[in-house]
């Protein structure tokens, strides 16, 4: 499916311009369908569902039609669709569900962590840890059993046959440093061999702690690059941070992150490095259980 998320903010771009060049402003825009300026606001700036009744009122009053009319109108339909992540309400919590989105109609993903394992690429035990910690720290804005659910159903999309190109840099520091039991760092460690192995759509690279980054800045949070099957629909960078997702499709800030993340790319290990160093690591942990 086109993700609806990448919709809206397409839907917002057309919106908010065509009513620029007509010369409204977005109190005029709110008067002429009998709507709040709020209303307006929230769909110019991708900040809810649309109802498709509100977007053929506007395409009127600012007089598109035709072709453009019904072109418009089909983003805005795709704008409006739902998804499985829906379905949770708020028990995924707003960020699983945004990526769950995004994963939907992404044609490929590219991500760079230097400080957990990707969600995409976690273990179920991984998982239910991470979730523990994040209890730990307070409230949380998501059901844990409902979050762990929802966490592998996105793999299960993201990793599936019908799903992007996925590619996963992850830090050797990740790896090697005590985040979890051994146990669990363990079966981690070789569901990520698993998945470099079996999944034909799925890449995971390691970058190693003595890569030469001379001249080259590293990234300062974790981040992933989206494109899409439509050319029309923008690209995205999300750069993950402790409470919040930052979405950026300005062009200089893409150029940015795909830069940094080729920097990233070069200096990670090969495929086979990458399984080598973790079969190694796994190999370690297993004579380290059995000695304990």
Request: with cysteine; net charge neutral.
């Amino acid at each position: 499916m086109t993700s609806p998320f990448v919709r809206r903010r397409r839907l917002a771009t057309e919106l908010r311009t065509l009513r620029e060049q007509s010369g409204m402003t977005a109190d005029d825009l709110a008067a002429r369908i009998y709507r709040s300026r709020m209303t307006v606001s929230k769909l110019e700036n991708a900040r809810c569902r649309p109802d498709l009744r509100d977007i053929v009122k506007i395409l009127k009053v600012l007089g598109v039609t035709g072709e453009r009319f019904d072109a418009l109108f089909k983003i805005a339909c795709d704008a409006a669709d739902r998804g499985w992540w829906d379905s949770y309400g708020d028990a995924m919590g707003p960020r699983q569900r945004m990526y769950a989105d995004l994963e939907s109609g992404a044609a490929t993903i590219r991500e760079y962590n230097q400080f957990t394992i990707p969600g995409t690429l976690q273990s179920p035990e991984f998982i239910r840890l991470m979730i523990e910690l994040a209890q730990r720290e307070g409230a949380v804005d998501f059901i844990p059993e409902r979050l762990l659910e929802a966490r592998l159903r996105r793999q299960e999309h993201a990793l599936g046959p019908e799903g992007p190109r996925y590619e996963a840099i992850i830090d050797e520091v990740v790896i090697r440093r005590p985040t979890a039991s051994p146990q669990v760092m363990l079966g981690q460690i070789r569901s990520l061999i698993d998945t470099a192995t079996r999944h034909p759509r799925a890449t995971v690279l390691i970058l190693p702690v003595n890569a030469d980054f001379t001249g080259r800045l590293l990234p300062k949070s974790a981040f992933s690059l989206y494109t899409f099957p439509d050319p029309a629909d923008p690209p995205m960078a999300v750069v993950d941070t402790v409470s919040t997702d930052i979405v950026h499709t300005e062009h200089g800030e893409l150029m940015r992150y795909n830069q940094r993340y080729e920097h990233l790319r070069q200096a990670a290990l090969s495929g086979a490095a990458t399984i080598g160093l973790l079969t190694d690591e796994a190999d370690r942990l297993e004579t380290m259980i059995g000695s304990s």
